[in-house]
T-cell receptor, first 111, second 115 residues
Framework: GDSVTQMEGPVTLSEEAFLTINCTYT??????LFWYVQYPGEGLQLLLK?????DKGSNKGFEATYRKETTSFHLEKGSVQVSDSAVYFC??????????FGAGTILRVKS | EAGVAQSPRYKIIEKRQSVAFWCNPI?????LYWYQQILGQGPKLLIQ????????DSQLPKDRFSAERLKGVDSTLKIQPAKLEDSAVYLC?????????????FGPGTRLTVL
């Protein structure tokens, strides 16, 4: 079945550092890809998405590009802030819109 | 626009007891989902409704879990009887329809502890 693998955390960075969280997927069809974020004490919310190969999703300074050839959707941000500390989930959605999530990566940003 | 509402936010029960969770999706959203999130893992889909019909319940442990969505709006998820391994956060989400590119909007979740 479909699956998502993302890098283990926690990832600890200093403020203004560059962030990369790796995500790779396995899918039989042509899924849509998502990054969801869970801030402390809050619910899951969509950060960005891409619906076809070579699409780039972006939001709040975060970016991810749908790479079909490497089955990847890595999350990047050029300069992280303390307020970016959260748990980040990579996910894919099949034709029926069932989300399959990775295990999540904890990001901690120190000032 | 009001978000997805869930209640209760927290529940502690003894094993073999029963428990029910309630979800009210965003108004007008046809598709409703229940996910189980065990600590340290990503959410896992339990059941998906389109209006008041079940689209996918392949990962729902039907010997103890049940869910319904009467009138295609609110939904209830029940566990009877609960086991220790059911301790998790139960998330409800909704989307306008079931196209794969649709964003799902999540509620705050219900944290269940089974003792």
């Amino acid at each position: 079945g479909d699956s998502v693998t993302q890098m283990e955390g926690p990832v600890t960075l200093s403020e203004e550092a560059f962030l990369t969280i790796n995500c790779t997927y396995t899918a039989t069809g042509y899924p849509s890809l998502f990054w969801y974020v869970q801030y402390p004490g809050e619910g899951l919310q969509l950060l960005l998405k891409a619906t076809k190969a070579d699409d780039k999703g972006s939001n709040k300074g975060f970016e991810a590009t749908y790479r079909k050839e490497t089955t990847s959707f890595h999350l990047e941000k050029g300069s992280v802030q303390v307020s970016d500390s959260a748990v980040y989930f990579c996910a894919l959605s099949d034709e029926g819109n069932k989300l399959v999530f990775g295990a999540g990566t904890i990001l901690r940003v120190k000032s | 626009e009001a978000g997805v509402a869930q209640s209760p936010r927290y529940k502690i029960i003894e094993k073999r007891q029963s428990v029910a969770f309630w979800c009210n999706p965003i108004s007008g959203h046809a598709t409703l989902y229940w996910y189980q999130q065990i600590l340290g893992q990503g959410p896992k889909l339990l059941i998906q409704f389109q209006n008041n019909g079940v689209v996918d319940d392949s990962q729902l442990p039907k010997d103890r879990f049940s869910a319904e969505r009467l009138k295609g709006v609110d939904s209830t998820l029940k566990i009877q009887p609960a086991k220790l391994e059911d301790s998790a956060v139960y998330l409800c989400a909704s989307s306008p329809h079931s196209a794969s590119y649709n964003e799902q909007f999540f509620g705050p979740g219900t944290r269940l502890t089974v003792l």
